[in-house]
């Protein structure tokens, strides 16, 4: 999987960069028409994924949520504390990709798709995901 995941690096940074796009274009309150034609080329963008390459990308979003190396704390008493508990990476880039793909290796293509599509925090978790597993 992990061979599979670099040789989308380059796939997975054009995703990010057009929801960087989508986000840009609604901060400057863009026509709405302008917005969607990105969406929908955000769309066409990830339905043009194999199974498996979404299955990737989808682990790669995984890893990137949940393995970043570090944890905030906010104290309960003080509402404006926040520490940052930094957590060591322990498993190798093979290791958190058979971790992280465990369940998603039942989701069809479609059911794959769609999570990455609907779901809006894509580029944070690509980003991170992939600067975990320096691709």
Do not use: W
């Not at 057009?18 to 709405?32: K, L, V």
């Not at 339905?47 to 570090?70: A, H, P, Q, W």
């Not at 793909?101 to 479609?110: A, N, P, R």
């Amino acid at each position: 999987m992990i061979v599979l995941a670099k040789q989308l690096a380059g796939r997975m940074r054009a995703l990010i960069a057009i929801e960087s796009e989508i986000a840009d274009a609604t901060h400057r309150q863009e026509e709405e028409q302008a917005i969607r034609a990105l969406e929908k080329e955000r769309s066409t963008q990830i339905r043009s994924f194999t199974r498996d390459e979404l299955l990737v990308i989808k682990t790669v979003m995984n890893i990137g949520r949940c393995e970043r190396g570090y944890r905030y704390y906010a104290n309960s008493e003080h509402p404006d504390y926040y520490e940052i508990i930094h957590l060591p990476i322990e498993l190798n880039e093979h290791e958190l990709m058979q971790k992280y793909s465990y369940y998603l290796v039942h989701k069809t293509e479609h059911e794959l798709a769609d999570r990455i599509e609907y779901y809006t925090a894509v580029s944070e978790q690509l980003k991170e995901g992939m600067a975990i597993l320096k691709l």
